[in-house]
C-alpha cells in the first residue's frame, strides 16, 4: 500500500522525466507533457492530432468571447428600443461594458475582424431571444434581421 501511494505521489509530482497522462483520461497532465515536449523540441513525441484540436479550440473560445459581448450589448439595445418607458442607467452601463469587452477581444484577435459580420449575427439571434424572455414582448415584437450594424452596437449614443 505505501509503495502504491508513493508512485501516485511521484505521478503527480513534477519530475524530470514527463507523466505520460492520456489526453482523454487526465488532460491537465497531458497539457503539462505537450508543453514540456514542445520546449524541448521533441516533436516526434508530440499528440499532433489533440494539439491540434486544442490550438483550434482556442481560437474558437476568442470567437465565442466576441460572440458573448456583442450578444450582451445587443440584448440591452434590443430592450432599450422597445421598451423606453424602463430605460435605465444599468443597461447603459452594461452596452458600454460590453463595448469595452469588443474592443480588447478584437484588440487581442484582429484576425477576427474578418468574422465580425458573423459575430453579430450569431449574437443577434440569442439576443433577440433573450431580450423577449427577459421583456416579456412577443419575439416577433423584434426585428427578424439584425437591425443593428457594428459601428451601431459600438458607437451609439444612448442619452436617457
Given at each position: 500500500?505505501?509503495?502504491?501511494?508513493?508512485?501516485?505521489?511521484?505521478?503527480?509530482?513534477?519530475?524530470?522525466?514527463?507523466?505520460?497522462?492520456?489526453?482523454?483520461?487526465?488532460?491537465?497532465?497531458?497539457?503539462?507533457?505537450?508543453?514540456?515536449?514542445?520546449?524541448?523540441?521533441?516533436?516526434?513525441a508530440l499528440d499532433r492530432d489533440n494539439l491540434a484540436e486544442e490550438i483550434e479550440?482556442?481560437?474558437?473560445?476568442?470567437?465565442?468571447?466576441?460572440?458573448?459581448?456583442?450578444?450582451?450589448?445587443?440584448?440591452?439595445?434590443?430592450?432599450?428600443?422597445?421598451?423606453?418607458?424602463?430605460r435605465s442607467r444599468s443597461w447603459v452601463l452594461s452596452i458600454e461594458e460590453q463595448?469595452?469587452?469588443?474592443?480588447?477581444?478584437?484588440?487581442?484577435?484582429?484576425?477576427?475582424?474578418?468574422?465580425?459580420?458573423?459575430?453579430?449575427?450569431?449574437?443577434?439571434?440569442?439576443?433577440?431571444?433573450?431580450?423577449?424572455?427577459?421583456?416579456?414582448?412577443?419575439?416577433?415584437?423584434?426585428?427578424?434581421?439584425?437591425?443593428?450594424?457594428?459601428?451601431?452596437?459600438?458607437?451609439?449614443?444612448?442619452?436617457?
Open positions: 500500500m505505501a509503495e502504491q501511494s508513493k508512485k501516485f505521489h511521484a505521478d503527480l509530482a513534477p519530475g524530470d522525466e514527463p507523466v505520460r497522462a492520456e489526453y482523454e483520461r487526465d488532460f491537465y497532465s497531458w497539457s503539462i507533457e505537450q508543453a514540456r515536449v514542445l520546449r524541448e523540441g521533441r516533436h516526434d479550440s482556442l481560437g474558437r473560445e476568442q470567437f465565442n468571447k466576441l460572440v458573448s459581448a456583442l450578444r450582451v450589448a445587443m440584448l440591452h439595445m434590443l430592450k432599450w428600443d422597445h421598451q423606453p418607458p424602463l463595448r469595452l469587452e469588443i474592443v480588447d477581444v478584437l484588440a487581442d484577435n484582429p484576425g477576427l475582424k474578418p468574422r465580425i459580420n458573423e459575430a453579430i449575427a450569431r449574437a443577434y439571434r440569442r439576443a433577440r431571444i433573450e431580450a423577449a424572455k427577459e421583456t416579456g414582448l412577443d419575439e416577433a415584437t423584434f426585428p427578424g434581421p439584425c437591425p443593428y450594424s457594428f459601428d451601431d452596437i459600438t458607437k451609439r449614443s444612448f442619452a436617457r
